[in-house]
Structures are given as structure tokens and as C-alpha cells.
């Protein structure tokens, strides 16, 4: 749902809003922000606070702040000193904004317009059934620095195809958007991984309606970009955990196909060197079935069932092996008896072997599931929940 800029209107109670700018060695551009945040909110009459949360930058943050807060700028500075990364640290200043009408995120780096605040805030109020409102590079009047490079237009446009399963808005992966506080306080299972906090919000959120207003995205005036190598993986571990927030059980078997395939990829393999050093079929089938299942265990453990990794891996690898000994029984006794039984596939051993996996695999998810990797909700709470909990918000697990 596209929006145009507009001038601001004149409106009798316009709610207050809360603007989270989560910063790390960004001390140099706050005084520009805030500047400009000051020059386009004093006239819309709107109430409004800027909620710095600093994650310990070494440089001279606080001093800064304290400065424009002398100036007269509305600013609370969070600094952070247990926890790191831009998302939980949105988070933590949403959790923490006092009374605000609209919950809003910027970058400190100068890259999203402040002119734009008004108009993402006017979204809000004006249409009632817009639940989220992002500052869009990409639609219609929007657009980017002329110095973006192909390299990081190609990472965009990667990382918003990936964004498809969840949502249909054309920039997904802006970190400029508003959402209202109420919306913000229906949040499930806030589990942030990297910087895209903003579709993590979106999903959880089940906004229903987005509105995306055009605006103009700047490179950063000072400091180094924070996209690395280790953030841009972070987004894919993030995708994997949207999908199963989204799609449940069905996400989780797919990942476990998955990982299957690639096991079936390993017991084929083993079979053929088993057969080919002259092994019997039985005792080459039990080896590679064994290396297949340690295969799969390791990385369903990693990936498909990654939120119990951090129980005792031998209690679960001993658990595994024990129950999917049924999987592993049926593969077998399928691949034997075919392969004794039958012209054909004692002829083509591998295929027998093929159906035997496919039998096998669907016992080994659902034990696999519910018994191995069964999650097991944590009672230890991070600063970050408690914090939500106390003001009723939603939390971040």
C-alpha cells in the first residue's frame, strides 16, 4: 500500500511518538539527527522522544547526549553493557519508550530522512487499518544513494526475494519504519538474529496491512558500516527461524527432508564404496544407514531442531540412535528383503536401498520431534525480557 509524502496536517491530539535509534560509535551524527528531527516534529505539534540505547560505544556517546539534552532535544540515552546487536537493542528502547502512541526506528548513520517522520506518522493515523508503516526505497518516488554499488543493490534485492514466503511489501528490509504501540504489544516470540529487526517485527507482529512511504536513502555521513560477512549470514539464520515461526511443523519437516536428502546423498555414497570393496549388501546397508543416521543427527541438531542445541548432544545423539532404530529397521528390512526377493532390485541394489530410506524417513521426523529434540522453554530471563515484562510489552526469547 503505497503512500505519497503530504504536508503535514494540522491535528488537534496527534500521538505521541517514540523514535528508537539504536547506535554504536555513531557519537558524530547525533547532533546532525537530532537537528533534523527538531526542525521537522516542532511544527506537526507532535509530542516526541528520541530513545538513544547505546550499546557501550568507546566513544564519546554519552558526553554528546548529555550535550543535546542541554540543548533542549527530548533524549534518553539507554547504554547497554551486557548485550550486543542492533536488533535486541530496538527492543530494548521499544520496551522502554515511556507512553508513546507510535513506536518508530531509524538509523543514527543520517542514511533515513527525518523529513519523512511526519508522513509515516500521518499513515498511521489517517488510515486506521495500517498496522505497519515502512520508509520504502523502493516504490514509486523512492530511491537510493547514486554512490550504492551494484554489489550492495544485488545483496538487497537478494535478501528481499528471501523475505518473499512472509510478505509481499516491497521493501522488507527496511530498518526505517513505525508501528503502533498497541500492534507492538501483540508480538509473539521475539527471537531477533542480525539487523533486520523490522521484518521480524512485521511477521510476529501479524501486521495485516503495511503501508510503505517513499523516501530517498542516504550512504552514512560518518563511521564505518556495520554489514559484514557474519551479519549477512545472521539474515539467513533469521529467515530459517521466521519460517518456523510462520509455518510451524510444516517448516520443520521441510528442513528435515532436507537434511534427510542430504543424508540419503551420504548413505548412498558409503553404500556404493561398501559394495564396491566386495561387502555383503546386509553389512554394507547397516554401515551406511549408521553413517547416514550421524549424518542426520548432526545437522538436524544445528538446523531443523537448532533451538535444543544447547542440551547435552550425547544425551540426544544416544536418544536419536535409540529411537530411530524403528526409521533405521524399517530402511533396512525394506532394502533387504527387496533386494533378496526380488530380480530386479537384487539386480539394482541402490534402488531397493532408495525405498527403504522413503519408508524410514517420516518415523525418524515424528520421533525426532517429539522426543529427541523436544524444545524445552528456558527459565532464565535476559535483562531484555524482564525489562518488557514490567511494562507489559512483549519479549524477546
Same mark, same amino acid.
Given at each position: 500500500m503505497?503512500?505519497?509524502?503530504?504536508?503535514?496536517?494540522?491535528?488537534?491530539?496527534?500521538?505521541?511518538?517514540?523514535?528508537?535509534?539504536?547506535?554504536?560509535?555513531?557519537?558524530?551524527? @547525533? &547532533?546532525?539527527?537530532?537537528? *533534523?528531527?527538531? /526542525?521537522?516534529?516542532? %511544527?506537526? #505539534?507532535?509530542?516526541?522522544?528520541?530513545?538513544?540505547?547505546?550499546?557501550?560505544?568507546?566513544?564519546?556517546?554519552?558526553q554528546v547526549?548529555?550535550?543535546?539534552?542541554?540543548?533542549?532535544?527530548?533524549?534518553r540515552?539507554?547504554?547497554?553493557?551486557?548485550?550486543?546487536?542492533?536488533?535486541?537493542?530496538?527492543?530494548?528502547?521499544?520496551?522502554?519508550?515511556?507512553?508513546?502512541?507510535?513506536?518508530?526506528c531509524?538509523?543514527?548513520?543520517?542514511?533515513?530522512?527525518?523529513?519523512?517522520?511526519?508522513?509515516?506518522?500521518?499513515?498511521?493515523?489517517?488510515?486506521?487499518?495500517?498496522?505497519?508503516?515502512?520508509?520504502?526505497?523502493?516504490?514509486?518516488?523512492?530511491?537510493?544513494?547514486?554512490?550504492?554499488?551494484?554489489?550492495?543493490?544485488?545483496?538487497?534485492?537478494?535478501?528481499?526475494?528471501l523475505?518473499?514466503?512472509?510478505?509481499?511489501?516491497?521493501?522488507?528490509?527496511?530498518?526505517?519504519?513505525? @508501528? &503502533?504501540?498497541?500492534?507492538? *504489544?501483540?508480538? /509473539?516470540?521475539?527471537? %531477533?538474529? #542480525?539487523?533486520?529487526?523490522?521484518?521480524?517485527?512485521?511477521?510476529?507482529c501479524?501486521?495485516r496491512?503495511?503501508?510503505?512511504?517513499?523516501?530517498?536513502?542516504?550512504?552514512?555521513?560518518?563511521?564505518?558500516?556495520?554489514?559484514?560477512?557474519?551479519?549477512?549470514w545472521?539474515?539467513i539464520?533469521?529467515?530459517?527461524?521466521?519460517?518456523?515461526?510462520?509455518?510451524?511443523?510444516?517448516?520443520?519437516?521441510?528442513?528435515?527432508?532436507?537434511?534427510?536428502?542430504s543424508?540419503?546423498?551420504?548413505?548412498?555414497?558409503?553404500?556404493?564404496?561398501?559394495?564396491?570393496?566386495?561387502?555383503?549388501?546386509?553389512?554394507?546397508?547397516?554401515?551406511?544407514?549408521?553413517?547416514?543416521?550421524?549424518?542426520?543427527?548432526?545437522?538436524?541438531r544445528?538446523?531443523?531442531?537448532?533451538?535444543?542445541?544447547?542440551?547435552?548432544?550425547?544425551?540426544?545423539y544416544?536418544?536419536?540412535?535409540?529411537t530411530?532404530?524403528?526409521?533405521?529397521?524399517?530402511?533396512?528390512?525394506?532394502?533387504?528383503?527387496?533386494?533378496?526377493?526380488?530380480?530386479?532390485?537384487?539386480?539394482?541394489?541402490?534402488?531397493?536401498?532408495?525405498?527403504?530410506?522413503?519408508?524410514?524417513?517420516?518415523?525418524?521426523?515424528?520421533?525426532?520431534?517429539?522426543?529427541?529434540?523436544?524444545?524445552r522453554?528456558?527459565?532464565?530471563?535476559?535483562?531484555?525480557q524482564?525489562?518488557a515484562?514490567n511494562?507489559?510489552?512483549?519479549?524477546?526469547?
Open positions: 503505497p503512500l505519497s509524502n503530504s504536508d503535514t496536517l494540522s491535528m488537534v491530539n496527534p500521538l505521541s511518538l517514540a523514535i528508537i535509534v539504536p547506535t554504536y560509535c555513531e557519537a558524530e551524527n @547525533l &547532533p546532525i539527527l537530532l537537528q *533534523r528531527i527538531r /526542525e521537522v516534529m516542532q %511544527p506537526t #505539534g507532535r509530542s516526541y522522544e528520541v530513545v538513544v540505547v547505546d550499546d557501550n560505544s568507546p566513544d564519546n556517546t554519552p547526549c548529555d550535550e543535546l539534552v542541554s540543548n533542549g532535544h527530548p533524549l540515552l539507554l547504554v547497554r553493557k551486557d548485550e550486543r546487536g542492533l536488533s535486541s537493542a530496538v527492543l530494548h528502547g521499544m520496551n522502554n519508550a515511556r507512553e508513546a502512541d507510535i513506536l518508530l531509524m538509523d543514527a548513520d543520517l542514511s533515513h530522512p527525518a523529513e519523512a517522520l511526519p508522513s509515516m506518522c500521518e499513515a498511521l493515523e489517517e488510515h486506521p487499518d495500517v498496522e505497519f508503516v515502512i520508509g520504502s526505497r523502493y516504490v514509486k518516488g523512492g530511491s537510493t544513494d547514486e554512490n550504492w554499488g551494484a554489489f550492495r543493490w544485488l545483496n538487497s534485492k537478494v535478501a528481499t526475494a523475505a518473499r514466503p512472509f510478505t509481499k511489501v516491497k521493501d522488507p528490509m527496511a530498518g526505517f519504519f513505525a @508501528l &503502533p504501540e498497541r500492534v507492538y *504489544r501483540r508480538a /509473539e516470540n521475539l527471537n %531477533p538474529c #542480525g539487523y533486520k529487526i523490522g521484518l521480524e517485527l512485521l511477521v510476529k501479524r501486521c496491512e503495511v503501508a510503505e512511504v517513499p523516501i530517498h536513502f542516504q550512504d552514512r555521513l560518518y563511521g564505518e558500516s556495520k554489514l559484514t560477512f557474519k551479519e549477512q545472521n539474515y539464520r533469521h529467515i530459517k527461524r521466521l519460517f518456523d515461526f510462520k509455518y510451524g511443523s510444516l517448516a520443520q519437516l521441510g528442513q528435515f527432508l532436507m537434511v534427510g536428502a543424508g540419503m546423498i551420504i548413505d548412498l555414497l558409503m553404500m556404493s564404496i561398501l559394495l564396491a570393496a566386495s561387502l555383503p549388501v546386509a553389512g554394507a546397508r547397516a554401515i551406511a544407514i549408521f553413517t547416514a543416521m550421524t549424518w542426520n543427527f548432526y545437522f538436524n544445528r538446523i531443523t531442531f537448532s533451538r535444543t542445541r544447547k542440551e547435552k548432544i550425547l544425551s540426544q544416544a536418544r536419536f540412535i535409540a530411530c532404530s524403528l526409521g533405521a529397521g524399517i530402511n533396512w528390512g525394506i532394502s533387504v528383503s527387496l533386494a533378496h526377493s526380488n530380480d530386479f532390485f537384487a539386480t539394482y541394489p541402490i534402488l531397493a536401498a532408495i525405498l527403504g530410506i522413503i519408508g524410514g524417513t517420516f518415523s525418524n521426523f515424528l520421533i525426532s520431534k517429539f522426543w529427541v529434540f523436544r524444545h522453554k528456558p527459565s532464565d530471563k535476559t535483562e531484555n524482564r525489562s515484562e511494562l507489559g510489552r512483549p519479549t524477546a526469547s
